[in-house]
């Protein structure tokens, strides 16, 4: 797997999505420059990275991502993947272009079966409809599609629908996420953040019925006490190294962060036969619930 580098091109966006970790960057910086992003491209691949995922807030209102894309695939970026909200992928014309010019990847989101459960999370009417044309367009040109979903209280209960849906529109690979409680999602909390003993029979049900049609899935964010007889679903296992070129900081390593920073455990957790391999929730989640909701893993299953 390649050392892959994760590029935040700018921080506008067409959602203004309740739980977004980006929060108001968008008016805190500005847009990087071509030459901006060509550096930074450069100076990746310098260290070893082959794969690059241009994201940000939403890297497909860049104007000049097309030509970032080409650059990255000249200087040798073996994957080139664009993590988006998805809209803009619902243009034909535009998708052929990124195809063109080397996009080997394409990471759309979506976050509900009920259309009226995505748009509303993400407050942009028709958006749910623009990601599905988006799907069909990218599975008509034999495109990779890795969809990522994030789990939150409005949506938590259509998960093994959504899962259905996206076995139906034949998607390589879709992933879970429980929802990261920083920024928009820390702002609307109280409405967001659903617990995740609540969540998990519905995320069983999708992850089932994704095993049962082969289709690969993952959860993200999600314990491994919560995960017993599903621990080969747990994204963290099979994460590449990863940089992360973020609008004020570079993180060298995004494990060595969510270990040391990013995440949290308990003393409890000591006793869990997974401790060693099991990076605990974002911290903000035992902030918010406690950790009455965490037993350690004492036998293996």
């Known amino acids: ?16 999505c309740d739980f977004c970790v980006q929060g108001d960057k968008r008016f805190r910086y500005k847009q990087r420059t071509l030459p901006e992003i060509t550096q930074i491209l450069d100076e990746e691949y310098k260290n070893g990275c082959l794969w690059v995922v241009f994201t940000g807030w939403e890297p497909t209102v ?58 509303s999370q993400v407050h942009a009417d028709g958006a749910w409809e623009e990601v599905i044309r988006g799907i069909v367009h990218l599975k008509k040109r034999w495109q990779m599609i890795v969809i ?16 259905a849906l996206l076995i139906r529109l034949w998607v390589q690979q879709f992933q ?69 070129v973020d609008a004020e900081y570079r993180t060298e390593n995004y494990e060595d962060y969510r270990w040391s920073e990013g995440k949290a455990k308990h003393e409890k957790c000591i006793t869990c036969l997974k401790n060693s391999v099991c990076e605990g929730p974002w911290k903000e989640y035992p902030e918010l619930y406690s950790w009455d909701e965490f037993h350690p893993i004492t036998e293996e299953t």
């Open 1 to 16: 797997m390649y050392k892959r580098a994760d590029v935040k091109v700018w921080f506008a966006c067409n959602n203004l």
């Open 176 to 244: 879970f996420a429980f929802v990261h409680i920083l920024w928009s999602a820390e702002v609307n909390k109280e409405t967001v953040v659903p617990r995740k003993t609540d969540i998990m029979p519905y995320v069983y049900k999708a992850l089932d019925l994704a095993k049962k049609h082969w289709v690969l899935v993952f959860t993200e964010a999600i314990p491994y006490c919560f995960m017993q007889w599903y621990e080969w679903a747990i994204a963290e296992n099979m994460m590449p190294e990863t940089t992360v």
């Open 148 to 163: 990522n979903s994030v789990i939150t209280q409005s949506n938590y209960q259509e998960i093994p629908e959504l899962a």
């Open 62 to 119: 860049h104007p000049n991502l097309i030509e970032a894309v080409r650059y990255a695939k000249n200087l040798g970026y073996l994957q080139i993947q664009i993590q988006s909200n998805g809209r803009n992928f619902a243009k034909e014309v535009y998708v052929d272009a990124l195809i063109e010019a080397g996009v080997t990847e394409f990471g759309p989101s979506i976050h509900g079966f009920h259309p009226s459960t995505h748009d």
